[in-house]
């Protein structure tokens, strides 16, 4: 990055491997140093890093470069596209700064560049008399313009990151890494995010709706109040609660679940408590004990097979047979129409049959 005054052409120069807004913040702090202030408006060219979108009236900065301008009291007037007037006054430099610091240079590291731009830009460029103004670029600069700048900053600059992290399902959001909850109502949105070095900050269209401590890459900050009771526990890895709720139903199937805990990482076998408190729910508090007990004796500590023994103990009563009774028939005769009347065979027939 190059930066020079506009009236006396005292340059600096900031070598740097990559162009991002933070190399491009890390050089004006280099600038204001070198410089010994602040200047009120800083002109860039439209790169990326600076401008989001380039128009001549209504530029887009980019939040953390606009952010940083705030911060230390300059003004960004961005070059016009396509506007040698404009353009000319940063272009021009890149091939001078090239040519003249670094041609036929041999430099090894980025300090070593950079010293070496430091000392070029004072002890050479700086002092050798411009063509135009018939100055020294230096003397004129102390002269003229270094008591128009603004305070150098005191201390440095806190680089924040700026994302838009979506809300996942288990209410938190991924920031530089890091973890962090968020409240029920947000799963699912995207929110704005500002990370620096001590807070991180979640907007919802520019309105502040949570706050938390800075956690290193892989860290996680959880707030209890932002999610249901019901989901605290798993939350906040609360293994005491769970202990505590177990031994709520019985003395054995507290002494199971801290059986079921004891682990060097406790947190990673809650959901095996979980299950001993479904099947609470499901066989009854009763039922459990018994069976928690039987296991404990027998050293079995594992939630599938003690759900085998609650089976084997409880055998179901067979159901009461009780006597179906029949229909009564629609067309059923009385018995005594089936019934043969015998008699007694006369003389009268007996005549007869001779």
Same mark, same amino acid.
């Given at each position: 990055?190059?930066?020079?005054?506009?009236?006396?052409?005292?340059?600096?120069?900031?070598?740097?491997?990559?162009?991002?807004?933070?190399?491009?913040?890390?050089?004006?702090?280099?600038?204001?140093?070198?410089?010994?202030?602040?200047?009120?408006?800083?002109?860039?060219?439209?790169?990326?890093?600076?401008?989001?979108?380039?128009?001549?009236?209504?530029?887009?900065?980019?939040?953390?470069?606009?952010?940083?301008?705030?911060?230390?009291?300059?003004?960004?007037? %961005? /070059? !016009?596209?396509?506007?040698? #007037?404009?353009? =000319? +006054?940063?272009? *021009?430099?890149?091939?001078?700064?090239? $040519?003249?610091?670094?041609?036929?240079?041999?430099?090894?590291?980025?300090?070593?560049?950079?010293?070496?731009?430091?000392?070029?830009?004072?002890?050479?460029?700086?002092?050798?008399?411009?063509?135009?103004?018939?100055?020294?670029?230096?003397?004129?600069?102390?002269?003229?313009?270094?008591?128009?700048?603004?305070?150098?900053?005191?201390?440095?600059?806190?680089?924040?990151?700026?994302?838009?992290?979506?809300?996942?399902?288990?209410?938190?959001?991924?920031?530089?890494?890091?973890?962090?909850?968020? %409240? /029920? !109502?947000?799963?699912?949105? #995207?929110?704005? =995010? +500002?990370?620096? *070095?001590?807070?991180?900050?979640?907007? $919802?269209?520019?309105?502040?709706?949570?706050?938390?401590?800075?956690?290193?890459?892989?860290?996680?900050?959880?707030?209890?109040?932002?999610?249901?009771?019901?989901?605290?526990?798993?939350?906040?890895?609360?293994?005491?609660?769970?202990?505590?709720?177990?031994?709520?139903?019985?003395?054995?199937?507290?002494?199971?679940?801290?059986?079921?805990?004891?682990?060097?990482?406790?947190?990673?076998?809650?959901?095996?408590?979980?299950?001993?408190?479904?099947?609470?729910?499901?066989?009854?508090?009763?039922?459990?004990?018994?069976?928690?007990?039987?296991?404990?004796? =027998?050293?079995?500590?594992?939630?599938?097979?003690?759900?085998?023994?609650?089976?084997?103990?409880?055998?179901?009563?067979?159901?009461?047979?009780?006597?179906?009774?029949?229909?009564?028939?629609?067309?059923?005769?009385?018995?005594?129409?089936?019934?043969?009347?015998?008699?007694?065979?006369?003389?009268?027939?007996?005549?007869?049959?001779?």
């Amino acid at each position: 990055m190059d930066l020079h005054s506009g009236v006396s052409r005292f340059r600096f120069a900031w070598p740097c491997f990559r162009e991002t807004t933070e190399s491009a913040i890390e050089a004006c702090e280099e600038a204001w140093e070198f410089y010994g202030g602040i200047f009120r408006v800083v002109i860039p060219d439209n790169t990326k890093t600076i401008v989001d979108r380039s128009d001549p009236i209504h530029p887009r900065i980019n939040r953390t470069f606009l952010e940083y301008a705030q911060s230390r009291g300059f003004h960004i007037d %961005p /070059t !016009r596209v396509r506007s040698p #007037k404009d353009k =000319a +006054r940063t272009e *021009r430099s890149v091939p001078f700064v090239r $040519d003249d610091c670094f041609g036929g240079e041999r430099l090894l590291t980025i300090d070593q560049t950079r010293d070496h731009a430091r000392r070029w830009c004072l002890e050479d460029a700086g002092m050798r008399r411009h063509r135009r103004t018939l100055r020294i670029p230096r003397e004129h600069f102390e002269a003229e313009e270094k008591s128009h700048l603004l305070d150098p900053p005191t201390e440095r600059y806190d680089i924040p990151i700026w994302c838009d992290p979506k809300i996942g399902r288990d209410q938190l959001a991924t920031v530089a890494k890091a973890l962090y909850s968020l %409240p /029920t !109502r947000f799963i699912g949105n #995207k929110l704005t =995010a +500002r990370a620096d *070095r001590h807070l991180v900050r979640f907007y $919802d269209a520019h309105r502040l709706v949570k706050t938390h401590p800075r956690k290193p890459a892989g860290g996680r900050s959880i707030d209890s109040d932002d999610y249901p009771l019901h989901k605290t526990v798993y939350a906040m890895r609360d293994v005491d609660y769970l202990q505590r709720q177990a031994t709520s139903h019985g003395e054995s199937v507290g002494r199971y679940a801290e059986a079921l805990l004891d682990a060097p990482l406790p947190w990673i076998r809650m959901r095996r408590v979980y299950a001993l408190l479904g099947l609470v729910r499901r066989y009854g508090a009763k039922r459990v004990e018994e069976a928690c007990r039987i296991a404990l004796e =027998a050293d079995i500590v594992n939630v599938k097979r003690l759900e085998r023994v609650i089976n084997r103990r409880h055998v179901p009563d067979p159901p009461h047979s009780v006597p179906k009774a029949l229909p009564p028939a629609r067309f059923l005769r009385p018995a005594g129409q089936f019934a043969v009347e015998r008699r007694e065979p006369s003389s009268t027939d007996a005549g007869g049959d001779r």
